[in-house]
Nanobody
Framework: QVQLVESGGGLVQAGGSLRLSCAAS????????MGWFRQAPGKEREFVVG???????HYAESVKGRFTISRDNAKNTVYLQMNSLKPEDTAVYYCARSKFDSPATNYLNYDLWGQGTQVTVSS
């Protein structure tokens, strides 16, 4: 059974950094595009960043220049390095697997989701 498990969330002050990890248990990790989404209380699920199987990246404008996505196929893991965090970054962050090799912004293009990890940024 394929699963995604996020870790690395926590409480930080504005301007601080966190590194999230998403570990996949499947055997075909490298062929899929992966993405990070986030959802704050009372808000819609929001695309953060995606990375294709060929390492092409697509960032939301709100995080561009501050967040960096990477993947290590040998370890079946995708990472999200978050720097210069702002209070508006506070949300539950979800790792997701795309249905195909595309760092798409639409959540409907993703067919597998992790349980989420809480990120809280204090002002």
């Amino acid at each position: 059974q394929v699963q995604l498990v996020e870790s690395g969330g926590g409480l930080v002050q504005a301007g601080g950094s966190l590194r999230l990890s998403c570990a996949a248990s499947g055997r075909t990790f490298s062929r899929y595009a992966m993405g990070w989404f986030r959802q704050a209380p009372g808000k819609e699920r929001e695309f953060v960043v995606g990375i294709s199987a060929s390492y092409i990246k697509h960032y939301a404008e709100s995080v561009k220049g501050r967040f960096t996505i990477s993947r290590d196929n040998a370890k079946n893991t995708v990472y999200l390095q978050m720097n210069s965090l702002k209070p508006e970054d506070t949300a539950v962050y979800y790792c997701a697997r795309s249905k195909f090799d595309s760092p798409a912004t639409n959540y409907l293009n993703y067919d597998l989701w992790g349980q989420g990890t809480q990120v809280t940024v204090s002002s």
